[in-house]
């Protein structure tokens, strides 16, 4: 297979995928998936394929748009012959039943699936991408395909890289890690703006997670805060969900330690690469290297 693909492109198509980035949008890109041909379909769809395994292709849910989720540098490839023929894609959709993108954003907090997009043909409703199905297609679809940039600025495209690259990056934790941190996390946030709003104030701006030992857990959360805030803040805001999960991983047999407060500034490489980020997204400011981040 590795050898077969190696056929030279026409400039044709590679005139077009130099126009081409993560995050960019395509019209109407056929959406599909496999499964067994008598089984229960995901979501209404029409059965393409005579075998107990066929192809479904998505029907009243057929998306308008797909958004690119290949990398920039594995469209527009360097190598020659090149050796990336496909490139991958999830659908976007308008979600018609929110008219306020701030509502919006407060009820898809922690959907890790879910991303809306930003770029000038978006702007007017709610247009989400949905990561659940990312789809390969081969990249001669895009010669002569309608495409538009899905993202205002880069700032927000370079976001949307970092979601996808999450959503492949999130370590296994122990179930009772999960139950008795995480979700408690969760649930502490309970989609609700005021709560997000208070803790943003208080400096802040991600959650990193270190676990130890081999049943019974030793688990410590890191608050990450804004360098310039003082991290007293933050460990009041934080009190609260620290007293309730503390109680409930008491019970499960987890040692939650007290929680770490520190910026990333004032933490040593080997610091850094002890903890995995906590990938819930509650708060509107990606964890960066450089201080805050003005709201997007």
């Known amino acids: ?132 199905i990312q789809t390969p297609f081969d990249k001669a679809l895009l010669v002569g395909r309608e495409t538009m940039r899905g993202f205002a600025n880069e700032s927000d495209r370079a976001t949307f890289g970092q979601r996808l690259a999450q959503l492949y990056s999130r370590p296994a934790f122990p179930e009772v890690v999960v139950t008795h941190v995480v979700e408690t996390l969760r649930n502490w946030f309970g989609r609700s703006e005021a709560r997000v709003r208070e803790i943003e104030a208080a400096g802040v701006r991600g959650f990193m997670l270190r676990v130890t030992g081999d049943n019974p857990y030793d688990a410590q959360l890191l608050i990450v805060v804004d360098p310039s805030k003082s991290a007293d803040n933050a460990m009041q805001c934080m009190n609260g969900w620290f007293i309730k999960a503390k109680s409930s991983a008491d019970a499960a047999g987890l040692n939650l330690l007290n929680s770490d407060f520190r910026s990333l500034e004032h933490m040593t490489a080997s610091a850094y690469l002890g903890y995995q980020p906590v990938a819930l997204d509650y708060l509107r400011q990606p964890l960066r290297r450089e201080g805050p981040v003005a709201e997007q």
């Open 1 to 132: 297979m590795h050898d077969d693909v190696a056929t030279p492109w026409t400039a044709e198509r590679r005139a077009a995928l130099a126009l081409l980035e993560q995050g960019d949008v395509v019209l109407e890109l056929p959406f599909g998936y496999y499964g067994q041909r008598n089984g229960a379909a995901a979501v209404p769809s029409t059965r393409i394929g005579g075998d107990d395994i066929s192809f479904a292709t998505l029907d009243e849910y057929a998306p308008q748009f797909g958004i690119i989720t290949s990398q920039s540098c594995d469209l527009d490839e360097a190598a020659d012959p090149p050796k990336r023929p496909w490139f991958m894609a999830a659908p976007v959709y308008e979600r018609a039943d929110y008219n306020d993108r701030n509502a919006f954003a407060v009820r898809i907090f922690g959907v890790r699936y879910l991303y809306m997009l930003t770029g000038p043909r978006f702007r007017e409703s709610i247009w989400v991408a949905d990561l659940r």
